[in-house]
Nanobody, 120 residues
Framework: QVQLVESGGGLVQAGGSLKLSCAAS?????MGWFRQAPGKDREFIAA????????TYADSVKGRFTISRDNAKNTVYLQMSSLKPEDTAVYYC????????????????WGQGTQVTVSS
């Protein structure tokens, strides 16, 4: 079973940046980032293939967030820039066996989440 541990969350002012990390216990397939704000469903943010060659993003973060991975470290990153108060949420990473899923059901393992709070 793959273990995922997110880190890097915190409090940041609007317009600022944060870089999240997700360390996996072993080599994984595609990896994705999701977020869940209070009272809302978990939503897709970004995903990256096992090779790191292909990425996909939600429209709400396109141009502001960048997903990347370092397979030598079994780690995936989410660089977040131009943060907005509406980006406030718990951010989760997930690992998938196949494809480049953008839905929760496409992921088999999840981390515990890291809180990101953007103040106005």
């Amino acid at each position: 079973q793959v273990q995922l541990v997110e880190s890097g969350g915190g409090l940041v002012q609007a317009g600022g940046s944060l870089k999240l990390s997700c360390a996996a216990s072993e080599r994984t397939g595609a990896m994705g980032w999701f977020r869940q704000a209070p009272g809302k469903d978990r939503e897709f943010i970004a995903a990256i293939t096992s090779t790191g060659i292909t990425t996909t993003y939600a429209d709400s973060v396109k141009g502001r967030f960048t997903i990347s991975r370092d397979n030598a470290k079994n780690t995936v990153y989410l660089q977040m820039s131009s943060l907005k108060p509406e980006d406030t949420a718990v951010y989760y990473c997930g690992s998938a066996f196949y494809g480049l899923p953008t839905k929760i059901t496409g992921y088999q393992y999840w981390g515990q989440g890291t809180q990101v709070t953007v103040s106005s």
